[in-house]
């Protein structure tokens, strides 16, 4: 059996910044990408021109639309290497509270999130435990299987928060306190099996 290469990099790529979300509660909703997000993603292209063997992506069109951009820069139309698209990598669902102003959600449910940040399940969506094992399941998975030495990953800040700190060892109630600037990369390293977070920005 081929062996796996044990020098790869996943680069964790926020999604640019949607339009009109200010005060919006948004983690399954579709929203919208704000005009210019193309800069967003010719700005990744630059930092990193080494080679990306893989590139995978979110299903929401703000982090699909960027990722579609990126394959078509780096392999073209008709490349026989296609894009991934993973509903795992989808946002944290907030269940009813989606597409709603914060403002318009119950403060005592609110409080109720706050206090039980981890554990507390948002009726229609997913408490942040599940969310958590949700996108280690997918790291898991793709580490074991994945021979890309390079791999791009466009996906949202909550994905990033819980991987960088997972690595990281952040306790559970820190992780959603990580700032992800949109538009930022989270880069994840391998060497010899170890793991770490090299950089976010």
Sequence with gaps: MEKLNRNREWLLIRNPEPASIKGLCYG???VKLEAGWESSVKKFNSRFPDTIDQIISS???RCLLPAQLLHKMRFGENSSN??????RLKEMNFGIWEDHRWIEIPREEIDAWAYSTNTYKIPGGESLVEFGKRVTDWFKQIYVTSRAKKTAVF??????????GKIRNTPPDKILQMHIG?????VIRETEKVLEVVEIK
Excluded at 158 to 164: D, E, K, Q, S, Y
């Design 82 to 87: 296609k894009l991934t698209v993973d509903d």
């Design 28 to 30: 399954w909703t579709d």
């Design 59 to 61: 299903p929401l069109q």
């Design 182 to 186: 949109f538009g930022q990369t989270c």
């Design 155 to 164: 996906t949202h800040a909550g994905v990033i928060r819980v991987l960088a």
